[in-house]
């Protein structure tokens, strides 16, 4: 089975801290995502990735940065954390045109 | 208008009932489809591909007309386990890369 983990489940930070979340896929996908879910709005991409050091904006890119060093792990840097970046962070994975598969979730609270 | 549709719902049926989900697409370029269930507070899970020709897994079935450009997912002999967001995704690529384009989701109720 597809395996993808979140380096947290809960996280609560305050306004204005870094923060990173990190995402890990053990199928050797090439692809990786960012969404963040909110009631409403659905699943809305952040950012994505297509290989190794590779990076592209999504559709809400503002106030978040990514880091692909290695294919395994694509992390989310949130450079200084706003009250409107408390959402549940989603992370995913896939071959090329292909499902995804999703980790389990970070849900973030920014105080 | 959106590239992809859903009716949000709630969907409220009772047990054994049969429901169908509709979603729409506005780019006729899409090339793969699939259906996800997200329960209450946890992540998207892969529930079913849809082909052209429809495919059938137990009590779902999904289906998928290019013409008028919609996917659908059928739920025969609804559980309580059912109860669910349903969210539909549409996949295309070109030469720019590959877009994966998700619903916002139809919720699903099932009461006893």
């Known amino acids: 089975d597809v395996k993808v983990t979140q380096s947290s489940r809960y996280l609560v930070k305050r306004t204005g801290e870094k923060v990173f979340l990190e995402c890990v896929q053990d199928m050797d996908h090439e692809n990786m995502f960012w969404y963040r879910q909110d009631p409403g709005l659905g699943l809305r991409l952040i950012y994505f990735s297509y290989d190794v050091k590779m990076k592209e904006k999504g559709d809400i890119p503002e106030g978040y940065s990514v880091s692909r060093e290695k294919k395994e792990r694509f992390s989310l840097i949130l450079e200084s954390a706003s009250t409107n970046q408390t959402s549940m962070y989603l992370c995913?994975?896939?071959?090329?045109?292909?499902?995804?598969?999703f980790g389990p979730g970070t849900r973030l609270t920014v105080t | 208008r959106k590239e992809v549709e859903q009716d949000p719902g709630p969907f409220n049926v009772p047990e054994g009932a049969t429901v169908a989900f509709n979603c729409t697409y506005s780019n006729s370029a899409s090339q793969s489809f699939f259906w996800y269930r997200q329960d209450c507070r946890k992540e998207p899970k892969l529930l079913m591909s849809?082909?052209?020709s429809g495919n059938e897994d137990g009590r779902f079935t999904a289906q998928l007309n290019r013409a008028s450009q919609y996917i659908s997912l059928l739920i025969r002999d609804s559980k309580l386990s059912d109860s669910a967001t349903y969210l539909c995704v549409v996949i295309r690529w070109n030469q720019a890369g590959t877009a994966l384009i998700f619903g916002k989701g139809t919720t699903l109720s099932v009461s006893s």
């Open positions: 995913a994975s896939s071959f090329q045109g292909r499902e995804q598969y």
């Open positions: 849809v082909y052209s």
